[in-house]
């Protein structure tokens, strides 16, 4: 059971406010039914109810009779990183417990301006916000052309595939034999060691490994250039067909594959994931990688699976 009562009034009021805003303007009567909506924070104060635990809403579309659950979030504005701080600790591996191919789950973000009337609205599905923060250009791959125009059908039915494609993006027909481009998610170049292990004493180093590769994932999902740096070393043995390349050339690198690239994403296997400390105290790293890119808005994701295995120093 999950209880938190440690809003304050003006937070309150912000989240029912865009909530109502999602309802009357993204969400309409017209086009949908509300089959469940969570009791507000008076109610669950006098007597806790575990329905709360659960998205904001659950819609029927009316046409086609699909149900989706929407939780909805607005941020006031973004921190110096150009992102927003989205979900509280456990809310995202709650929410995913509902998230179903019959009934996904989308996060609503609503973002600048007021919480009754914003500038821009993301609706993004809840497998693609995967860490407490989002930064800005992820918003904007989901954003709707108005953010005070309801959800047509199209729209719709891209979310759906969105959540659940119906064909599978992620088949080893599909697989990367260019050295060159491995090289850039594969990661030969090396991870360091130092960015998933130093200041975690105490904790599992399978959790800290797992941690440090996601983190570094999120970064490239969101075309975060400037936080390499902090994941690769200094100097790389090996990048692409090229020998002892420095980190700023790398981000050059990167950052110019992200301009013709700018849409990507990634999906760790977890259940292949393998590891194990070499005798000098790094430590041997693999597990299968599903990605793909586009390169706009409107084009095709192209699809691949990677099989990686590399050190961590």
């Not at 500038?119 to 992820?138: L, R, Y």
């Not at 250039?225 to 090996?238: P, S």
């Not at 090229?242 to 981000?251: F, V």
């Amino acid at each position: 059971m999950v209880k938190q009562f440690d809003l304050d009034a003006d937070s309150i009021a912000k989240g029912t406010a865009f909530e109502e805003f999602i309802r009357k303007n993204i969400f309409t009567d017209s086009g949908y039914s509300i089959v469940e909506k969570t009791h507000n924070f008076e109610q669950n104060r006098k007597d806790f109810i575990e329905s709360t635990n659960k998205p904001d809403y659950k819609f029927r579309h009316k046409k086609t009779n699909r149900e989706f659950y929407v939780e909805a979030k607005y941020r006031t504005k973004f921190d110096q990183y150009k992102k927003v701080h989205v979900f509280k600790d456990g809310q995202y591996e709650r929410y995913v417990t509902y998230n179903k191919p019959e009934c996904p789950v989308f996060v609503a973000i609503g973002y600048e301006g007021s919480s009754s009337n914003p500038n821009s609205v993301s609706i993004i599905p809840i497998n693609k916000a995967t860490h407490p923060d989002i930064f800005k250009t992820k918003l904007e791959e989901y954003k709707l052309p108005s953010a005070s125009e309801p959800i047509q059908d199209k729209r719709l039915n891209e979310l759906f595939e969105d959540a659940f494609p119906t064909k599978k993006y992620f088949n080893n027909k599909a697989v990367w034999t260019s050295t060159a481009v491995l090289a850039l998610f594969i990661l030969l170049l090396l991870l360091n060691r130092n960015s998933a292990t130093k200041g975690n004493t105490g904790i599992n180093p399978e959790l800290k490994l797992k941690g440090s590769i996601e983190r570094y994932y999120q970064a490239l999902e969101n075309n975060n250039v400037e936080v390499l740096g902090y994941f690769i070393n200094d100097k790389v043995e090996r990048w692409y067909d090229k020998s002892n390349m420095n980190i700023e050339s790398i981000k050059k690198e990167t950052q110019a594959y992200f301009e013709k690239y700018p849409f990507h994403e990634f999906k760790i296997r977890w259940e292949s994931f393998k590891f194990n400390e070499l005798p000098n105290g790094d430590y041997n790293v693999s597990y299968n990688l599903d990605y793909r890119i586009k390169s706009s808005t409107r084009s095709t994701y192209k699809p691949f699976n990677l099989n990686t295995n590399y050190c961590l120093i």
